[in-house]
């Protein structure tokens, strides 16, 4: 373990140290402005939170009190901000002014071209796997600005992504290894080769660029519907994204015409389970299986619609 975490401390201070770099913090100005970055992102929270606190500033950039005072009388001198009386009179929020406005959409255009450019020699899905990346970092880290999460319908290379999340999950926290990521890949392929429009579906929970759940429902002939392959990333869960994806999928199959939705998971599943039944699930049977290498409590939960 101690092997594990210098390993990791030093793929971040190595990381540190080539975004100090990438993002010019070693520069004493940024982007050939007149402003240190340090300053630059004081200006960005300014003009993106209209009428925020000086004390907000200082806690949210964790910076001295004094330093970020003095950065703020130089904003008020160049003109670029202004301190009006707030609804307490104890507080005087800080607005942006018109030239500030124009001074910060100048500095943005700048800063917009110089990322396209350092982009522009990566292709799409290397664009794209960079955005993952950097919310996977952001997530794991506690970003506190991070934006919400949203759902959207599965597209090209999400069914390996969630095989492939899925096996790593299930291995470290139940051993389930070989079988279960046969089982996954499976089930995925079987879902794209034989997809039914409007029958089956798929949905994709998001969050930052980076996929942190998904859900299935896949026709199972006279069973009914049948609610497959959900998961919550463990950094997202708690948000909500696991009752969401469920009652998704539960109105997807009652409005698609089927009688009832079912799934079929395990008793040491405990997390998904309690949500199964608050969403409506009931347990209709249980059975003893070896499937992935060990004797698991197979559980089927159904949800009926009508009799």
Partial sequence: MAIETDDTIRAVRAFNRFHTRFAGALAPRYMGSDLSLIEARLFYEIVNQDGVLAAELQARLDLDAGYAS?????????????????????????????????????????????????????????????????GTARMLLADGDLPPWTMRSFATGDMGRIATRQAELYAVSHGWGRPMEALLL??????????????????????????????????????????????????????????????????????????????WTHSVLESARRLYAGCGFERTSVTIHDAFGTPEEGEDWELRFRD
């Fill in 186 to 263: 499976d089930v995925t392929g079987r879902f794209l080769r034989d997809f039914q429009p409007g029958r089956e579906q798929c949905w994709i929970a998001e969050r930052g660029g980076r996929m942190v759940g998904s859900v299935f429902v896949c026709d199972s002939g006279e069973w009914g519907a049948q609610l497959r392959l959900l998961y919550v990333e463990p950094e997202a869960r708690g948000l909500g994204i696991g009752e969401a994806l469920v009652n998704t999928a539960i109105g997807f199959a009652r409005d698609a015409g089927y009688d009832r939705i079912w799934l």
């Fill in 70 to 134: 003095r950065i703020l009388r130089r904003f008020e001198a160049e003109g670029w901000i202004e301190r009006r009386r707030g609804a307490d009179a104890r507080q005087r929020p800080i607005h942006v002014t018109p030239a500030g406005r124009a001074e910060y959409e100048a500095l943005d255009e700048v800063t917009r071209a110089d990322v396209a450019a350092r982009l522009a020699p990566i292709g799409a899905p290397g664009r794209k796997a960079l955005v993952e990346a950097l």
